[in-house]
């Protein structure tokens, strides 16, 4: 198998399994109790929190665990209060959908549009700004196109109106180097099985400082703001994988921003009909969205799947939807053109034979689709 779907999840790194067995076999307990085996597990959640703080750039304390990358974007948008909130329209459904329930309860959203790029309008967000806005939420870097928002710039322009910021840092955490403070958010959401990390753990970085209110109601845990028992051996795991990623972060982009590049030219170079969706901005370096002239993108996730390829349509999220991807309509891609697009998302163990092969067998699809197509309409 050719893995090369890393956008919608991770294998999880050998490291962090072995960093969480303990927890899963002898040191089972619950790290609210006040005896020793419980203390034990309350220092093993401290001490993975404090590395993964180390890793980021933040604060111990500006950490808050979630169940993942969905909580923790509820958890900024619902816990800040009060008035307008201004998101954009290529948002992650964790935060499309989110800001849609709210508005069913009353709360005004602004959806900020895109250039054709996948960069946001700054000048519509800017326009989009007023007294009452309590929070602007941009997404780090897009799920399905890798398209990065400035998300520097856009923290200076809600600073400097006294609006909160939150990023959903997803896709970029441990794929970027850099620190979580220096993106110039209040709040970030992170996600540990995006990095090699177990599923159903994430966290919330709250920049000291930012009032922020709880959605789930239960005990003290998390400071107050996330009640619940945590997952200690998930919080482990997360800790060793992210400090892991951080680590290789700056020559890791570096390989997989030439293997994506020498991938798309593979592609492009013998084919027509073919568009990188967000290739004139920055780019996450491990994805690379296609859009194919004459042919669905479903049927060449399907064809590649029996070859032993793993690629997508877009957002695993959104797997069987009838509708094309908001992301690329968004960015003024027909429905047509939408619909016939492939996502390519790289990883650790992609290696450039890997990618040879899946060009090749991408090539020879496309090409047998668009005959078939057009046999069936002659």
């Not at 309590?134 to 006294?162: D, K």
């Not at 209110?213 to 028992?229: D, F, N, Q, S, V």
């Amino acid at each position: 198998m050719i893995y090369l779907d890393h956008n919608a999840t991770t294998p999880l790194h050998p490291k962090a399994l072995e960093a969480m067995e303990p927890y899963l076999r002898g040191r089972w307990a619950n790290p609210s109790s006040p005896y020793r085996f419980g203390q034990e597990a309350r220092a093993a959640v401290d001490g993975a929190r404090a590395r993964i703080a180390d890793a980021v750039g933040c604060r111990p304390a500006e950490l808050v665990f979630t169940s993942g990358g969905t909580e923790a974007d509820n958890l900024a948008l619902r816990g800040v209060r009060g008035g307008p909130i201004v998101t954009t329209a290529i948002e992650h459904h964790a935060v499309l959908n989110t800001c849609k329930a709210l508005e069913s309860e009353g709360r005004r959203v602004t959806y900020v549009p895109v250039r054709p790029t996948g960069v946001v309008d700054m000048s519509a967000l800017a326009e989009n700004l007023t007294p009452e806005t309590v929070l602007v939420s941009v997404m780090h870097a897009n799920n399905e196109t890798g398209v990065l928002q400035p998300v520097e710039e856009i923290g200076r322009m809600a600073r400097s109106r006294g609006i909160l910021f939150h990023t959903d840092a997803v896709q970029t955490a441990g794929k970027l180097p850099g620190r979580l403070a220096d993106l110039g958010a209040d709040l970030v959401s992170i996600s540990a099985h995006k990095l090699y990390g177990p599923k159903g753990i994430g966290a919330l970085y709250v920049r000291e400082g930012t009032s922020l209110h709880p959605i789930l109601t239960g005990g003290p845990h998390e400071r107050g703001l996330r009640a619940g028992t945590e997952d200690v051996a998930a919080i482990v795991g997360f800790a060793e994988a992210m400090a892991l990623a951080c680590e290789a972060a700056d020559a890791e982009s570096r390989r997989l921003g030439e293997l994506r590049d020498r991938f798309e030219r593979r592609v492009t170079r013998g084919m027509g009909g073919v568009k990188i969706n967000g290739a004139q901005a920055p780019r996450v370096p491990n994805t690379s969205s296609l859009s194919f002239q004459s042919v669905d993108g479903e049927s060449i996730v399907l064809d590649l799947d029996l070859q032993g390829i793993c690629v997508s349509t877009g957002s695993a999220c959104a797997t069987g939807e009838p509708e094309p991807s908001h992301v690329l309509l968004a960015m003024g891609l027909s429905e047509r053109e939408a619909q016939g697009t492939a996502r390519v998302s790289l990883g650790k163990d992609t290696r450039p034979d890997d990618l040879d092969k899946a060009a090749e067998a991408l090539t020879r699809c496309v090409e047998r689709l668009r005959r078939i197509s057009s046999e069936v309409r002659i």
